[in-house]
């Protein structure tokens, strides 16, 4: 009888704070602004805009569209955490904040992520089905990153594209 009393009492317990938490929520991330965008500086093509808006977008730029559960807690902090995470490793909204080596390796990353079908990550797709990349959708992608990073090469010198650190003397 007294452990029937403890799981009452601790199931009550566990349901206020699940109430409590649903009133604090991280802040959304969404911003209008796009004058550091990726396609600012670089060509993005319609259909690589559709890529990036619907397998990239959420967690790399700064503006997630959210789904219904991410406002319970704490779905919504993991998401968050998530977006946060995925915008500290690439930006698109920012992109052109970064250094040239910067935005040269970001896109050598892009093209390894998607090559060895890291990205986008398996627990986005499973939920979101569009935006499990398609062989032709991937292939787009690479493309479209390898032709930037060319255009680089060409238009740069090369130790420009090379982090100042990484440098041998």
């Not at 902090?77 to 998530?82: A, F, G, T, V």
């Not at 990349?133 to 390898?146: F, S, V």
């Amino acid at each position: 009888m007294k452990l029937k009393s403890i799981l009452k009492k601790t199931s009550w317990f566990v349901l206020l704070v699940f109430i409590i938490a649903q009133f604090f929520h991280p802040k959304k991330n969404n911003s209008a602004i796009t004058t550091n965008d990726i396609s600012t500086k670089y060509p993005v093509p319609e259909n690589i805009h559709a890529i990036l808006s619907t397998a990239c977008n959420d967690c790399h730029s700064n503006n997630t569209t959210y789904p219904w559960y991410s406002n319970i807690q704490p779905v919504a902090w993991w998401l968050n955490d998530h977006v946060e995470e995925g915008k500290m490793k690439l930006n698109f909204n920012e992109f052109t904040t970064y250094r040239l080596y910067k935005q040269y390796h970001k896109l050598e990353e892009l093209i390894e992520e998607v090559e060895e079908d890291e990205m986008p990550l398996s627990s986005y797709t499973l939920i979101h089905r569009n935006a499990d990349l398609n062989d032709e959708q991937k292939t787009a992608l690479i493309n479209w990153a390898k032709g930037i990073r060319t255009s680089m090469e060409q238009t740069n010198p090369a130790d420009s594209l090379v982090n100042p650190k990484k440098r041998k003397s």
